[in-house]
């Protein structure tokens, strides 16, 4: 089967929210996606196979040279096949076009091998305040 993904897909809320609980396996929630992703992003990328989505990265970014992923998910019964690395290949050549000079992430130590092996990203030194 063949995955399509897509710059700023369509979407709808429940879908995202079912995908976004299966992935992080916590309840499905409420959330208004479409209005969160269209006041704070640069971008996004869906992930489709036979109509369903599978995976989703968000790109938020400071309106200049920083895009940030952020929610990264897929499928639980899609994970390991390429979906992940996909969706941030395709966000991060998105933010270039967009004239963005650098992408961030960060992440749980688990996901360590899927971001800096499969994705590509460099270890930096980076601060954090927990809020």
């Known amino acids: 089967m063949t995955v399509k993904y897509e710059w700023r897909g369509g979407f709808d809320n429940a879908a995202l929210n079912a995908l ?14 479409r209005e969160r992703l269209e006041h704070h992003s640069l971008g996004w990328v869906c992930a489709w196979e036979d109509g369903s989505l599978i995976g989703f990265v968000n790109v938020v970014w400071d309106g200049g040279n920083h895009a940030f992923i952020l929610d990264t998910v897929v499928a639980q019964d899609r994970r390991a096949s390429g979906v992940g690395a996909a969706l941030v290949a395709t966000a991060a050549r998105e933010a270039r076009a967009a004239r963005c000079g650098w992408l961030h992430v960060d992440f749980e130590e688990h996901l360590r091998s899927f971001y800096f092996d499969a994705c590509g990203f460099k270890e930096t030194t980076a601060g954090l305040i927990a809020l």
Do not use: K
Request: negative net charge; glycine residues 14%; hydrophobic residues 20%.
């Open 20 to 33: 976004h609980a299966d992935g992080f396996g916590h309840p499905p929630t409420q959330t208004d996606w």
